[in-house]
């Protein structure tokens, strides 16, 4: 089956600590990428790949790491300088479109808790 | 002004009843944009890409309006299994550093009762 996937689906993480969440994706998209969710908001873009080996920050990216070696892996790493990392995270792929404005259907792994105790 | 603003609702409809959400944009030179659909605590869906002046699947239509920088969904002969939120979705437009970014809006409540 194709699909993006995400672990863990739960995550408790104490203050002061760096977790990373997995992000891996099998549709062999080339771009990737990170959002969070919190109650009652819309997805904030976190971080986007469009390219192995590139990456560029998006509306919220203080606090937060990532790479991309591999096409199928974007992995987001929430470091200890994240304020508030109590979060839904969601990563996503897609390719990368056709012609001048280049925005294709974005698909959806099933996310991560985060949960700061 | 928010870049994509819907109206939060919730909307609480009857099973079989029309129920149409409304999104404005604020950036003139988007050109792509689509409605999610979110399940509580799940992943959002692609539930339609919006093109040139609107589309129809099924039970679900939506519009554009570029002038007026307004998209809008409309749904007839709700479902229970309708009950959702239901985002709208704007690419950043071409070129810059919003290239192949999407915006979302925050989202609009519907239950669909019996």
């Known amino acids: 089956d194709g699909g993006i996937t995400q672990s863990p689906k739960y995550l408790f993480r104490k203050e002061g600590q760096n977790v990373t969440l997995s992000c891996e994706q099998n549709?062999?998209?080339?771009?990737m990428y990170w959002y969070r969710q919190d109650p009652g908001q819309g997805l904030r873009l976190i971080y986007y790949s469009q390219i192995v080996n590139d990456f560029q920050k998006g509306d919220i990216a203080e606090g937060y790491s990532v790479s991309r070696e591999k096409k199928e892996s974007f992995p987001l790493t929430v470091t200890s300088a994240q304020k508030n990392p109590t979060a839904f995270y969601l990563c996503a792929s897609s390719t990368l479109g056709q012609g001048e404005f280049r925005t294709d259907t974005q698909y959806f792994g099933p996310g991560t808790r985060l949960t700061v105790l | 002004r928010k870049e994509v603003e819907q109206d939060p609702g919730p909307f609480n409809v009857p099973e079989g009843a029309t129920v149409a959400f409304n999104c404005t944009y604020s950036?003139?030179?988007?050109?792509?944009f689509f409605w999610y659909r979110q399940d509580c605590r799940k992943e959002p869906k692609l539930l339609m890409s919006?093109?040139?002046s609107g589309n129809e699947d099924g039970r679900f239509t939506a519009q554009l309006n570029r002038a007026s920088q307004y998209i809008s969904l409309l749904i007839r002969d709700s479902k229970l299994s309708d009950s959702a939120t239901y985002l709208c979705v704007v690419n950043g437009g071409a070129g810059g550093t919003s290239y192949g970014k999407l915006t979302f809006g925050q989202g609009t409540i519907l239950t669909v009762h019996p």
């Open positions: 919006v093109y040139s």
């Open positions: 950036n003139s030179a988007s050109q792509s």
């Open positions: 549709l062999n998209h080339d771009a």
